[in-house]
């Protein structure tokens, strides 16, 4: 079955972060699954991040040469980013011991690439051509080493995907307040009517 790539899917807010929570569920052995179990959807996942993340990108499409020959460089550089940023995330703190492994996962993503970064209004190069999908993740990623960035990463309470708070007060709570925060009022709810109800039954 092919995913639908949804705007919900992509409110981690940073390509990095997107890509992380490719892997839905991750604390639940029972019920997690990976979206990019099938290589394919690394391609069609890109399609998507290069309209909906045009902003971060500086309108630099992505582009993905062969999804299948990828695909470990693009695990490898999301699962790097998942445990080196939940555990900043939680610990308010950067762990030297994760980083070794996720800088080299973004060296990986980064061998094969021959553009230029960083050019004022080119975060990721020049708009005109597309820049590989690889290293794009790479550039997001080392990206959310900002102290400015850290400092505004969080973890949803109800599905554990991580995202950037760029809300004025930084109080953000839930990654889509339309799905994760109405999910979570109604389970309050339903909890409140049972308790009741079992007291009346009592
Ligand atoms: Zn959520």
Same mark, same amino acid.
């Given at each position: 079955?092919?995913?639908?790539?949804?705007?919900?899917?992509? #409110?981690?807010?940073?390509?990095?972060?997107?890509?992380?929570?490719?892997?839905?569920?991750?604390?639940?052995?029972?019920? #997690? &699954?990976?979206?990019?179990?099938?290589?394919?959807?690394?391609?069609?996942?890109?399609?998507?991040?290069?309209? &909906?993340?045009?902003?971060?990108?500086?309108?630099?499409?992505?582009?993905?040469?062969?999804? %299948?020959?990828? !695909?470990?460089?693009?695990?490898?550089?999301?699962?790097? #980013?998942?445990?080196?940023?939940?555990?900043?995330?939680?610990?308010?703190?950067? !762990?030297?011991?994760?980083?070794?492994?996720?800088? *080299?996962?973004?060296?990986?993503?980064?061998?094969?690439?021959? #553009?230029?970064?960083?050019?004022?209004?080119?975060?990721?190069?020049?708009?005109?051509?597309?820049i590989a999908f690889e290293a794009a993740l790479a550039v997001s990623g080392l990206s959310l080493?900002?102290?400015?960035?850290?400092?505004?990463?969080?973890?949803?309470?109800?599905?554990?995907?991580?995202?950037?708070?760029?809300?004025?007060?930084?109080?953000?709570?839930?990654?889509?307040?339309?799905?994760?925060?109405?999910?979570?009022?109604?389970?309050?709810?339903?909890? *409140? *009517?049972?308790?009741?109800?079992? %007291?009346?039954?009592?």
């Amino acid at each position: 079955m092919t995913v639908s790539w949804t705007p919900h899917r992509f #409110t981690g807010g940073l390509l990095a972060l997107d890509t992380a929570n490719t892997v839905v569920l991750r604390g639940d052995p029972e019920r #997690t &699954f990976d979206r990019f179990d099938d290589p394919a959807e690394i391609a069609r996942f890109a399609d998507a991040a290069s309209r &909906f993340r045009a902003a971060e990108l500086g309108d630099r499409p992505l582009a993905v040469s062969s999804a %299948v020959a990828i !695909a470990p460089v693009v695990l490898s550089i999301r699962e790097a #980013t998942d445990r080196l940023f939940r555990g900043a995330t939680s610990k308010g703190a950067v !762990a030297t011991t994760d980083l070794p492994g996720f800088l *080299r996962a973004c060296a990986d993503g980064l061998a094969g690439s021959r #553009t230029e970064i960083g050019a004022p209004g080119r975060p990721f190069g020049d708009p005109v051509t597309p820049i590989a999908f690889e290293a794009a993740l790479a550039v997001s990623g080392l990206s959310l080493l900002r102290d400015d960035t850290l400092a505004r990463l969080r973890i949803c309470p109800n599905c554990t995907w991580l995202f950037v708070d760029r809300s004025r007060n930084s109080s953000r709570l839930w990654c889509d307040m339309a799905v994760c925060g109405n999910r979570q009022k109604a389970s309050r709810h339903y909890r *409140r *009517r049972m308790a009741a109800n079992e %007291v009346k039954n009592a």
